[in-house]
T-cell receptor, first 113, second 113 residues
Framework: DAGVIQSPRHEVTEMGQEVTLRCKPISGHNSLFWYRQTMMRGLELLIY????????DSGMPEDRFSAKMPNASFSTLKIQPSEPRDSAVYFC???????????FGEGSRLTVL | QQQVKQSPQSLIVQKGGIPIINCAYENTAFDYFPWYQQFPGKGPALLIAIRPDVSEKKEGRFTISFNKSAKQFSLHIMDSQPGDSATYFC????????????FGPGTRLSVLP
């Protein structure tokens, strides 16, 4: 069974550009999480969806960040406009009913110049 | 009070050694303590988890020890191998719902051949 699939794996962009990160959760999982990982702050939860509905977005750093889940098999995290301090690895994770083991994707490494 | 402290930040051991990673928390409502293992370029993956009703849990070469009164828990890796070289994250949560996980900052382990 395929795991959580994220794209792109690497993204290099210039400050001010729009960035869109994509995630396909494990089939059958109805909960999806977006995390950001940096050396300074470790793993931070940005937003959590259950049944395609955003439940908790208190971790989204500011209005430049937005996330959507139009259906059970696809989610996007968008940063517009991007800034150098957004450089990080962004992980998507999924599980069933929000409980138990989190299954992480391989991450999207974002570099904003 | 929501923080999970983790030490050391990095650890180098020889093959066959027993690295120990320690975590501490303040929130007495935490009731679920998973450990995640992350290899370079990969997402974190669940290694082992414990609830405070037991003082120790073993899975293969990995053991979690839990001290409820001290609000501390630790990961021991017996007969460590170079393939165990990874970053290890402890986490704590009042339940096993992923949205509530608080991750420690991580420990980078290197096992030398």
């Amino acid at each position: 069974d395929a795991g959580v699939i994220q794209s792109p794996r690497h993204e290099v962009t210039e400050m001010g550009q729009e960035v869109t990160l994509r995630c396909k959760p494990i089939s059958g999982h109805n909960s999806l999480f977006w995390y950001r990982q940096t050396m300074m702050r470790g793993l931070e939860l940005l937003i959590y969806f259950n049944n395609n509905v955003p439940i908790d977005d208190s971790g989204m750093p500011e209005d430049r960040f937005s996330a959507k889940m139009p259906n059970a098999s696809f989610s996007t995290l968008k940063i517009q406009p991007s800034e150098p301090r957004d450089s990080a690895v962004y992980f998507c994770a999924s599980n069933d009913e929000g409980a138990g083991e989190l299954f992480f994707g391989e991450g999207s490494r974002l570099t904003v110049l | 009070q929501q923080q999970v402290k983790q030490s050391p930040q990095s650890l180098i051991v020889q093959k066959g050694g027993i690295p120990i990673i320690n975590c501490a928390y303040e929130n007495t409502a935490f009731d679920y303590f998973p450990w995640y293992q992350q290899f370079p370029g990969k997402g974190p993956a669940l290694l082992i988890a414990i609830r405070p009703d037991v003082s120790e849990k073993k899975e293969g070469r990995f053991t979690i020890s839990f001290n409820k009164s001290a609000k501390q828990f630790s990961l021991h890796i017996m007969d460590s191998q170079p393939g165990d070289s990874a970053t290890y994250f402890c986490a704590a949560s009042p339940d096993n719902y992923g949205q509530n996980f608080v991750f420690g900052p991580g420990t980078r382990l290197s096992v030398l051949p």
